[in-house]
Protein backbone atom coordinates (compact mmCIF):
# COMPACT_ATOMS: atom_id res chain seq x y z
CA UNK A 1 0.00 0.00 0.00
CA UNK A 2 1.34 3.32 -1.06
CA UNK A 3 0.42 6.95 0.98
CA UNK A 4 -0.80 8.20 -2.28
CA UNK A 5 -3.63 5.12 -1.95
CA UNK A 6 -4.28 6.35 1.02
CA UNK A 7 -8.35 7.21 1.21
CA UNK A 8 -8.54 11.19 0.88
CA UNK A 9 -11.21 10.74 3.61
CA UNK A 10 -8.59 9.16 6.30
CA UNK A 11 -6.06 11.97 4.95
CA UNK A 12 -8.51 14.89 5.56
CA UNK A 13 -9.47 13.36 8.92
CA UNK A 14 -6.14 13.78 9.89
CA UNK A 15 -5.34 17.01 9.16
CA UNK A 16 -6.72 18.30 11.91
CA UNK A 17 -4.83 18.19 15.90
CA UNK A 18 -6.63 16.08 18.18
CA UNK A 19 -8.05 13.53 16.17
CA UNK A 20 -8.31 9.46 17.28
CA UNK A 21 -8.66 6.68 14.96
CA UNK A 22 -9.98 3.05 15.87
CA UNK A 23 -8.74 0.58 13.23
CA UNK A 24 -10.12 -2.77 13.83
CA UNK A 25 -10.58 -6.24 12.11
CA UNK A 26 -10.00 -9.31 11.80
CA UNK A 27 -6.25 -10.69 11.87
CA UNK A 28 -4.61 -10.85 8.87
CA UNK A 29 -6.69 -8.20 7.15
CA UNK A 30 -4.21 -5.53 7.42
CA UNK A 31 -4.46 -3.01 10.29
CA UNK A 32 -1.06 -2.55 11.36
CA UNK A 33 0.13 -2.39 7.30
CA UNK A 34 -2.88 0.51 7.35
CA UNK A 35 -1.35 2.19 10.55
CA UNK A 36 2.31 2.62 9.08
CA UNK A 37 0.72 3.72 6.25
CA UNK A 38 -0.82 6.98 8.02
CA UNK A 39 2.01 7.38 9.84
CA UNK A 40 4.05 7.16 6.31
CA UNK A 41 1.99 10.11 5.26
CA UNK A 42 2.56 11.98 7.67
CA UNK A 43 5.99 12.29 8.35
CA UNK A 44 6.24 15.43 9.10
CA UNK A 45 4.67 14.93 12.83
CA UNK A 46 6.30 13.49 15.50
CA UNK A 47 5.74 9.52 15.47
CA UNK A 48 5.46 7.20 18.51
CA UNK A 49 4.51 3.75 17.84
CA UNK A 50 3.62 1.78 21.05
CA UNK A 51 4.05 -2.19 19.56
CA UNK A 52 2.96 -4.85 21.83
CA UNK A 53 3.92 -7.49 19.27
CA UNK A 54 5.59 -5.86 16.18
CA UNK A 55 9.58 -6.23 16.47
CA UNK A 56 11.31 -2.58 16.82
CA UNK A 57 14.06 -4.60 14.46
CA UNK A 58 11.51 -5.63 12.15
CA UNK A 59 9.96 -2.40 11.77
CA UNK A 60 12.74 -0.85 10.90
CA UNK A 61 13.85 -2.91 8.36
CA UNK A 62 10.89 -3.14 6.84
CA UNK A 63 9.88 0.46 7.06
CA UNK A 64 13.24 2.29 7.45
CA UNK A 65 11.78 5.56 7.89
CA UNK A 66 10.66 4.43 11.24
CA UNK A 67 14.17 5.15 12.29
CA UNK A 68 12.80 8.96 13.36
CA UNK A 69 9.98 7.61 15.20
CA UNK A 70 9.91 6.93 19.16
CA UNK A 71 9.46 3.12 19.73
CA UNK A 72 8.41 2.54 23.05
CA UNK A 73 8.08 -1.58 23.42
CA UNK A 74 4.78 -2.44 25.54
CA UNK A 75 5.84 -6.14 25.08
CA UNK A 76 8.78 -6.04 27.64
CA UNK A 77 6.32 -4.14 30.15
CA UNK A 78 5.33 -7.89 31.17
CA UNK A 79 1.83 -7.84 29.76
CA UNK A 80 0.86 -11.37 30.71
CA UNK A 81 1.37 -9.66 34.60
CA UNK A 82 -0.79 -6.69 33.55
CA UNK A 83 -2.30 -5.62 36.85
CA UNK A 84 -3.71 -1.63 37.93
CA UNK A 85 0.63 -1.34 38.00
CA UNK A 86 1.37 -1.92 35.02
CA UNK A 87 -0.89 -0.38 33.09
CA UNK A 88 0.18 3.08 35.39
CA UNK A 89 3.96 1.92 34.11
CA UNK A 90 2.87 1.96 30.08
CA UNK A 91 0.77 4.82 30.91
CA UNK A 92 4.37 6.42 32.24
CA UNK A 93 5.71 5.28 29.11
CA UNK A 94 3.10 6.54 26.83
CA UNK A 95 2.85 9.91 28.53
CA UNK A 96 6.46 10.35 28.45
CA UNK A 97 7.27 9.45 24.68
CA UNK A 98 5.13 12.45 24.38
CA UNK A 99 7.28 14.91 26.32
CA UNK A 100 8.72 17.58 24.11
CA UNK A 101 7.08 16.70 20.73
CA UNK A 102 5.04 19.66 19.03
CA UNK A 103 3.35 17.23 16.85
CA UNK A 104 2.73 13.74 17.92
CA UNK A 105 0.91 11.17 16.14
CA UNK A 106 0.92 7.75 17.89
CA UNK A 107 -0.21 4.48 17.20
CA UNK A 108 -0.87 2.31 20.01
CA UNK A 109 -0.40 -1.49 18.25
CA UNK A 110 -2.67 -3.16 19.68
CA UNK A 111 -4.11 -1.65 22.47
CA UNK A 112 -6.34 -4.54 23.25
CA UNK A 113 -2.89 -6.77 24.13
CA UNK A 114 -3.34 -4.23 27.39
CA UNK A 115 -6.32 -3.12 27.52
CA UNK A 116 -7.96 -6.71 27.40
CA UNK A 117 -5.76 -7.88 30.70
CA UNK A 118 -7.13 -5.15 33.04
CA UNK A 119 -10.56 -5.16 34.77
CA UNK A 120 -13.32 -3.22 32.74
CA UNK A 121 -13.09 -0.38 35.25
CA UNK A 122 -9.65 0.10 35.05
CA UNK A 123 -10.05 -0.07 30.99
CA UNK A 124 -12.12 2.88 30.39
CA UNK A 125 -9.64 4.71 33.00
CA UNK A 126 -6.74 4.11 30.97
CA UNK A 127 -9.01 5.02 28.03
CA UNK A 128 -10.02 8.24 29.16
CA UNK A 129 -6.41 9.38 30.36
CA UNK A 130 -5.17 8.47 26.95
CA UNK A 131 -8.03 10.68 25.40
CA UNK A 132 -7.65 13.28 27.71
CA UNK A 133 -3.46 13.61 27.20
CA UNK A 134 -3.79 13.59 23.43
CA UNK A 135 -6.30 16.02 23.17
CA UNK A 136 -3.96 18.13 25.46
CA UNK A 137 -1.01 17.30 23.36
CA UNK A 138 -2.72 18.61 20.42
CA UNK A 139 -1.90 14.72 18.96
CA UNK A 140 -3.56 12.68 16.72
CA UNK A 141 -3.72 8.84 18.01
CA UNK A 142 -4.34 5.61 16.06
CA UNK A 143 -5.30 2.69 18.16
CA UNK A 144 -5.39 -0.79 16.90
CA UNK A 145 -7.35 -3.12 18.08
CA UNK A 146 -7.05 -7.16 17.44
CA UNK A 147 -10.83 -8.08 17.78
CA UNK A 148 -13.46 -6.39 15.61
CA UNK A 149 -15.77 -6.60 18.62
CA UNK A 150 -17.47 -3.27 20.05
CA UNK A 151 -15.41 -2.13 23.00
CA UNK A 152 -15.72 0.99 25.49
CA UNK A 153 -13.05 2.24 22.62
CA UNK A 154 -14.99 2.97 20.12
CA UNK A 155 -17.07 5.35 22.14
CA UNK A 156 -14.28 7.48 23.19
CA UNK A 157 -12.47 7.79 19.37
CA UNK A 158 -13.27 10.16 17.15
CA UNK A 159 -13.61 7.55 14.24
CA UNK A 160 -13.71 4.02 13.53
CA UNK A 161 -12.36 2.00 10.23
CA UNK A 162 -13.03 -1.59 10.32
CA UNK A 163 -11.06 -3.72 8.47
CA UNK A 164 -12.61 -7.08 6.60
CA UNK A 165 -10.80 -10.24 4.92
CA UNK A 166 -12.30 -12.07 2.22
CA UNK A 167 -10.88 -14.72 0.12
CA UNK A 168 -11.09 -14.38 -3.87
CA UNK A 169 -11.15 -17.99 -5.54
CA UNK A 170 -8.66 -18.61 -8.50
CA UNK A 171 -9.36 -16.54 -11.66
CA UNK A 172 -8.81 -19.95 -13.91
CA UNK A 173 -11.50 -20.44 -16.19
Same mark, same amino acid.
Given at each position: ???????? $??????????????????? %????????????????????????????????????????????????????????? %?????????? @?? *??? %????????????????????? /???????? +????? @?? +??? !??????? $?????? &?????????? &?? &?? *??? +? /? /? !? $?
Amino acid at each position: MSHENLPP $ELVAFFENAGKTLLIKGQP %GCGKTLLALEILNRFQDHDLVYVSTRVPVEWLKRQYPWMEKARIVEADRLRLEDAQL %GTMEYLMEQI @IG *SLH %GLEKPLIVLDSWDAVANRVAS /GERLKAES +ALMSM @IY +ASN !GKAIFVA $EEAVET &TLDYLVDGIV &TL &TR *SMV +A /G /G !G $E
